[in-house]
């Protein structure tokens, strides 16, 4: 469970998972930071539309230190010295923030907490590839120079972030897309014949453990592990393959059901994860974390292009009836942070306003059921 007990503010309220559509930083901050008010929880957005650099892995990627990476066809490699590909995303990412600083003083606006997201170390590990092509997730030393880069880098990023927006408690999202295909070792190796050996629970715990306790000593006020799947965040945010069996499916459903265990040991202060993906075990999971004083960032509200989002009464269904189902207060509503349920890069930047606007009712609706 978290290092101290959680507080929480009076009502239900919202964040994006990050990932916004377009290419514009200065819409993306301004519509994070007008739409997202306090006690809501605006970003440091994501714009993995502007290409190489710009998603969800190299992004991170830039964070690490003394470990430079490029792009090959396969994906992203590390090698022995930072080229354009890395200057790139380093690039990027050093543009967000000082465009989320301009936005915020030309608004005179101090949010109360500012949230970054980084990919977790497993993820990561998953995506990048080895010197001689095989990726990072195979070799146990390579595993540990990740975390760690990842730690060190983290640090120095959120020194960045903090002199951008000063006075706003940092808070921290670790996307994990990867890990529950990591522990059932089903990721397919470089050449696809074979897949990788599962890395061991434990492992998986005492890596997440010690970056959550980094991320504490770097400044952030609250970290949450997200554990929406690949297929949620976007495919470049994680590996791919092909079909699976349903052998693989059920081996890797146990697997997510084994990292959402492992997460909330792990001293975080929330999990996020899309409802869609939860069964009763998952939500007695969570129903005993919560009593505990765990948050909860439940993915409610869908981002599909072209499609309208459900109504709020059918989206805060989605949410009551497992609640009341398990006997959880309403009073314990407000540990609840909605966020959309899926990636919102692959949508119009309207779409993106709307699913957030829809979230923002859920949010609403929430408190008010709170407070009967």
């Known amino acids: 469970m978290s290092a101290s ?3 929480f503010p009076q009502q239900v309220t919202v964040t994006s998972l990050g990932a916004w559509p377009g290419t514009d930083p200065v819409e993306a901050a301004k519509v994070s930071l007008g739409l997202l008010t306090s006690p809501h929880l605006p970003c440091l957005a994501e714009l993995p539309g502007r290409g190489v650099g710009s998603d969800a892995v190299g992004r991170t990627a830039s964070l690490l230190l003394e470990l430079p990476v490029d792009v090959q066809p396969y994906g992203w490699r590390f090698v022995d010295r930072a080229g354009h590909d890395h200057r790139r995303a380093v690039s990027a990412l050093s543009t967000d923030v000082n465009v989320l600083a301009d936005v915020a003083g030309a608004g005179d606006i101090t949010p109360a907490e500012l949230k970054v997201q980084i990919m977790g170390p497993v993820s990561l590990a998953a995506a990048i590839h080895l010197h001689y092509g095989e990726r990072a997730l195979r070799d146990h030393g390579a595993r540990r120079d990740i975390a760690q880069s990842l730690a060190a880098g983290l640090a120095v990023h959120a020194q960045k972030v903090q002199a951008a927006v000063p006075g706003s408690a940092l808070i921290l999202q670790i996307d994990e897309p990867s890990v529950a295909p990591a522990l059932a070792g089903t990721i397919p190796t470089a050449s696809g014949y074979r897949t990788l050996r599962s890395i061991p629970a434990s492992e998986l715990r005492t890596t997440w453990s010690t970056l959550v306790a980094a991320a504490r000593e770097a400044g952030f006020a609250q970290i949450a592990i997200n554990l929406a799947p690949a297929e949620s965040l976007g495919a470049s ?76 009464s059918i989206l805060e269904e989605r949410i009551m009836r497992p609640w009341r189902g398990l006997g959880l207060g309403e009073t314990l509503l407000n540990q609840l942070r909605i966020t959309p349920e899926t990636s919102l890069a692959g949508v119009s930047p309207q779409e993106a306003r709307t699913v957030l ?13 709170r407070y009967l």
């Open 237 to 312: 945010a994680s590996v791919t393959g092909g079909p699976g069996s349903d052998d693989v499916k059920s081996a890797e459903t146990r697997a997510w059901r084994k990292a959402l265990e492992t997460a909330l040991e792990s001293g975080v202060d929330a999990v996020a994860l899309p409802l869609n993906e939860l069964d009763t075990g998952h939500w007695e999971m969570l129903a005993s974390a919560i009593e505990s004083g765990l948050g909860v960032w439940a993915g409610t509200v869908p981002g599909r292009s072209g499609a309208v989002p459900p109504s709020y």
């Open 5 to 7: 007990p959680n507080v």
């Open 357 to 369: 606007n829809r979230a923002l009712e859920v949010a609403e609706r929430l408190s008010e059921i």
